[in-house]
């Protein structure tokens, strides 16, 4: 039988089983961060982002000490959504994230380029070795929540994340379009050969509130991401309208 790596559904008592070492990496000597969550997607476009940064504020305005790792190395978009234009710089202790205004760590590749519009053309091994200095180099501090705004899909850097990070659990970003469900559903198989847990999904630009009548439009028609989320076990299911103001805000750097 062929390999997949997940040992955990495996009955054979083979010597890579009983060898099988953890190869996460050990965060930065100044950082103390209690739990790590990703933000994935399976197609890009769908809000993942928008969902990180609303993650980091409303766990900081819960009173939770929080920072966002900005994985998305070739598509960064965290800062310009805090409307942080500062560099981050290095010191004898290791790169120091820039704050928002209400005090969220972030780090993103942007906070490191001479200019935000500078593209990243790098091959696949430089960009994964970005994301694990990002967890490595970083110096995070005490944080409660450390979250992951990964690129869209299922190749190199979300595997470095879940292989090199102690991912506590991840959170599926989607949109309503009827193809999405097999994308989706690809997420959640990989979560599962990693044994990393789904700890819900989030359907962005689920509905359109109509202004005048105050009713609901489902512009891409009728969801059906309950149904994925029973079928996988997923408890929590969240959804957000399309909405102008929340456009606005991630344009002016205003989502905080």
Same mark, same amino acid.
């Given at each position: 039988m062929a390999c997949n790596g997940n040992c955990s559904t495996c009955s054979s008592n083979c010597d890579s089983k009983e060898q099988k070492q953890d190869i996460r990496l050990a965060q930065n000597e100044f950082s103390n961060v209690k739990k790590v969550i990703g933000v994935v997607s399976g197609k890009g476009g769908v809000g993942k982002s928008l969902v990180t940064s609303m993650l980091a504020v409303s766990m900081q305005r819960e009173?939770?000490?929080?920072?966002?790792?900005?994985?998305?190395?070739?598509?960064?978009s965290i800062p310009k959504v805090f409307g942080v234009t500062e560099k981050a710089y290095g010191d004898e202790?290791?790169?120091?994230?820039?704050?928002?205004?209400?005090?969220?760590?972030?780090?993103?590749i942007n906070l490191l380029l001479p200019d935000e519009t500078d593209p990243v053309i790098?091959?696949?091994?430089?960009?994964?070795?970005?994301?694990?200095?990002?967890?490595?180099?970083?110096?995070?501090?005490?944080?409660?929540?450390?979250?992951?705004?990964?690129?869209?899909?299922?190749?190199?850097?979300?595997?470095?994340?879940?292989?090199?990070?102690?991912?506590?659990?991840?959170?599926?970003?989607?949109?309503?379009?009827?193809? =999405?469900?097999? !994308?989706?559903?690809? #997420?959640?198989?990989? *979560?599962?050969?990693?044994?990393?847990?789904?700890l819900g999904i989030v359907e962005n630009?689920?509905?359109?509130?109509?202004?005048?009548?105050?009713?609901?439009?489902?512009?891409?028609?009728e969801s059906h991401i309950e149904e994925i989320a029973e079928e996988y076990g997923i408890k929590h =299911?969240?959804? !957000?309208?399309?909405? #102008?103001?929340?456009? *606005?805000?991630?344009?002016?750097?205003?989502?905080?």
């Open positions: 009173g939770y000490k929080t920072g966002i790792l900005d994985a998305d190395i070739t598509g960064p202790t290791g790169i120091q994230p820039v704050k928002t205004q209400k005090d969220i760590d972030i780090m993103s790098w091959r696949g091994p430089v960009i994964a070795g970005t994301v694990k200095q990002f967890w490595t180099d970083v110096v995070w501090g005490e944080k409660d929540y450390l979250f992951v705004d990964m690129p869209p899909g299922t190749g190199d850097v979300p595997l470095t994340v879940f292989q090199s990070l102690p991912v506590d659990g991840i959170i599926i970003v989607a949109s309503p379009q009827e193809l =999405v469900s097999m !994308i989706v559903e690809k #997420a959640v198989k990989m *979560a599962t050969l990693m044994r990393i847990p789904v630009m689920s509905y359109f509130v109509c202004p005048n009548c105050n009713e609901k439009h489902y512009i891409y028609g =299911v969240a959804k !957000i309208p399309m909405d #102008a103001t929340l456009a *606005a805000a991630c344009d002016a750097g205003m989502i905080e």
